[in-house]
C-alpha cells in the first residue's frame, strides 16, 4: 500500500521548518496503533507530529524511529476501525443500506 499524507511537527524547532502546512510523506504500511512511511527528511524520535490522512482527517502520532529515510510513528490514540476504513476508501456510502 502507498497512501500520501501530510506531516507537521508540533513541537521543537522542526515546526519552523516543516512550515505551517508540513510535508508530503508516502505511508507504506498503516495500522490502528501507528504508520510507517517515506521521508526525506529528519524527525527527531520522541517527537510529536501531526499526520493528515485523507479520509480521515488528523491525528496525533510520536516518532518511534528515523532511520535511512523511513520513519514510524505510534498513534497517540489509535484508529477505530472504521476510521482506518475510511482512510482506506472503504468507509462511507459502501456500507450504507440503500
Known sequence: MYLCARLASCSGESHAQAGFHGRDI????????GFVADARFDMEPGAIVRLRLP???NVLARI???ANEFLSAEFVNP???A???MVLGMGGSANRAV
Open 26 to 33: 508516502v505511508i507504506r504500511a498503516l495500522s490502528e496503533t
Open 79 to 81: 484508529l477505530g476501525p
Open 83 to 85: 476510521r482506518l476504513r
Open 64 to 66: 518511534r524511529e528515523d
Open 55 to 57: 479520509g480521515a482527517g
